[in-house]
């Protein structure tokens, strides 16, 4: 069992930056490929960024490619996502993630956390 809770979203300008993190209160995040998602109001839940249980492995959708990093820190049982260059486009409710594979679907993820609100201003 994994409780997720993702913080550092809030009100931002357009070419600034923020730092999202997601810590597992509850479970082991390590065990854990991890990722973030994010959803726009009337869109769908997309893939943003996704990062392997030991972090060595990392992969980004086109649109973040470049502008975003996806970090970890097990010891802290914490995933970060570093973003920068933002664009009033980037605002949505980013969730964070974890499951058994890495992959940009949704399904292949089990437990959620409840989201964090990144609005970005022109």
């Known amino acids: 069992q994994m409780q997720l809770v993702e913080s550092g979203g809030r009100l931002v300008q357009a070419g600034g930056s923020l730092r999202l993190s997601c810590t597992a209160r509850?479970?082991?995040?390590?065990?854990?490929?991890s990722a973030w998602f994010r959803q726009a109001p009337g869109k769908e839940r997309e893939f943003v960024a996704g990062?392997?249980?030991?972090?060595?492995?990392?992969n980004y959708a086109d649109s973040v490619k470049g502008r975003f990093i996806i970090s970890r820190d097990n010891v802290k049982n914490t995933i970060y996502l570093q973003m920068n260059v933002l664009k009033p486009e980037d605002t949505a409710v980013y969730y964070c993630?974890?499951?058994?594979?890495?992959?940009?679907?949704?399904?292949?993820?089990?437990?959620w956390g409840q989201g964090t609100q990144v609005t970005v201003s022109a």
């Open positions: 993630a974890a499951g058994g594979s890495i992959a940009s679907r949704s399904e292949a993820y089990d437990y």
């Open positions: 990062i392997s249980r030991g972090g060595g492995f990392t």
């Open positions: 509850i479970g082991d995040y390590s065990t854990y490929h």
